[in-house]
């Protein structure tokens, strides 16, 4: 049963850091992209990064480029996305899927979510 856990969320003052994890069981994460989502109240849910599995090429959406960083641990079949000078508007509740190879989807299993706010 394919099944991603994400972990890692809390309260962050702004500027502040937090590192998220997408530990994926039920299958093996080495041919699969991750890609990382979020929803903000009242907001469509948007695409934030992802890491395809061919090549490990990675994608980040313009509000978060030289902030955030997607990474992946073959071996310990976890994704992880690393937040740096978070600011207010990164807050939002973060999923994890997948579902194909490359990034462009579609994604099929989602993890249940991880609340992050950043607020002073």
């Known amino acids: 049963q394919v099944q991603l856990v994400e972990s890692g969320g809390g309260l962050v003052q702004p500027g502040g850091s937090l590192r998220l994890s997408c530990a994926a069981s039920?299958?093996?994460?080495?041919?699969?992209?991750i890609g990382w989502f979020r929803q903000a109240p009242g907001k469509e849910r948007e695409g934030v990064s992802c890491?395809?599995?061919?090549?490990?090429?990675?994608y980040y959406a313009d509000s978060v480029k030289g902030r955030f960083t997607i990474s992946r641990d073959n071996a310990k079949n976890t994704v992880y996305l690393q937040m740096n000078s978070l600011k207010p508007e990164d807050t939002a509740v973060y999923y994890c899927a997948t579902g194909e190879p490359l990034c462009v989807g579609p994604y099929d299993y989602w993890g249940q979510g991880t609340q992050v706010t950043v607020s002073s």
């Open positions: 890491i395809s599995s061919s090549d490990g090429s990675t």
């Open positions: 039920g299958f093996t994460l080495d041919y699969y992209a």
